[in-house]
């Protein structure tokens, strides 16, 4: 269902930029339940947490881990919707510690 604008794309068919970080040991299993949402093009960045463990954990009661993999990728909002929330049911990302994803929405692209 299109807007006053018939080029413009259904709101759920929009691209979006999804990020997640997450624990490295966590990679192979999350890249796996995204792909099985259709979501193909998926793109991964080692990194470091830069937290101080006895600032964070007295702060919030948490250890995190160090080792972090920051998944990017490109998909529209239902599928991105799709993908928040099998990182939420399945790897428990409503809880502490875990692991954090948003979306970004992409109005305009220019290449």
């Known amino acids: 269902m299109n807007d006053k604008n018939n080029n413009e794309p259904a709101a759920e068919d929009k691209t979006v930029f999804l990020v997640a970080i997450i624990d490295r040991r966590k990679k192979e299993a999350v890249i796996s ?38 998944i990017f990728t490109a998909a529209t909002y239902n599928k991105a ?20 994803a948003f979306i970004i929405p992409l109005n305009r692209i220019v290449c």
């Open 33 to 70: 339940a995204i792909s099985d949402l259709g979501v193909h093009f998926i793109n991964t960045v080692y990194g470091k947490g830069a937290f101080k463990c006895d600032i964070f954990q007295s702060a919030f009661g948490l250890v995190p881990e160090k080792n972090k993999v920051i």
């Open 81 to 100: 919707s799709s993908v928040l929330e099998i990182l939420n049911k399945k790897f428990n990302f409503d809880k502490p510690d875990t692991g954090i």
